[in-house]
């Protein structure tokens, strides 16, 4: 039942993640940005991520894996919110390396609970349904962000995203 709940969470997650990843770009040159400042509106967030997640895989080691899952999940649900009210590019790749920390906060956590749950030389399929649905979560993502776009504007995607890891944040809670 945890795996489930814990793919399941990753996969709504990812799709809320992915949703608003190629729209930033986009809202970013509608803001004025250009060059340099499109591409960190678009990876900013791993400028945060990457160095953070061996820092936050460690403590939750420690503390346990749940609280560091939902504070994840909860980063990105607020980042949603917060991109609707993005004055500028500025603020939008600043909101970016925030996402970063939440992705950081998600990531080698749940993958480190997915390994503490498999069965015992089951690693490598448990890992592999792991990967099937945060990846297939972030590749549809895109795709419905695309459309709450054209449907809605901007906010509505990010709204969407909002609502999605909000969604996954309440699957983590139920671990």
């Not at 894996?65 to 607020?78: D, E, P, Q, T, W």
Request: charged share 10%; proline share 5%.
């Amino acid at each position: 039942r945890i795996f489930l709940v814990l793919i399941g969470s990753l996969f709504v997650g990812g799709i809320g993640m992915g949703t608003v990843a190629p729209l930033l770009p986009v809202f970013a040159k509608d803001m004025g940005a250009s060059g340099i400042w499109l591409g960190l509106a678009f990876s900013g967030f791993a400028i945060s991520q990457t160095p953070l997640q061996p820092v936050f895989g460690r403590m939750s080691d420690r503390m346990g894996r749940k609280f560091f899952l939902a504070a994840g999940f909860s980063i990105y649900a607020v980042v949603g919110v917060a991109f609707t009210f993005a004055p500028n590019y500025y603020a939008l790749i600043a909101l970016q390396i925030v996402a970063g920390v939440g992705t950081a906060l998600i990531l080698p956590i749940a993958m480190a609970y997915a390994g503490e749950i498999s069965p015992s030389g089951r690693e490598g399929t448990f890992m592999g349904f792991f990967n099937l649905a945060f990846f297939t979560g972030w590749g549809l993502g895109p795709t419905l962000g695309g459309f709450l776009k054209d449907a809605g504007g901007n906010d509505a995607a990010f709204l969407g995203q909002t609502v999605l890891t909000t969604l996954a944040l309440a699957s983590v809670l139920l671990i």
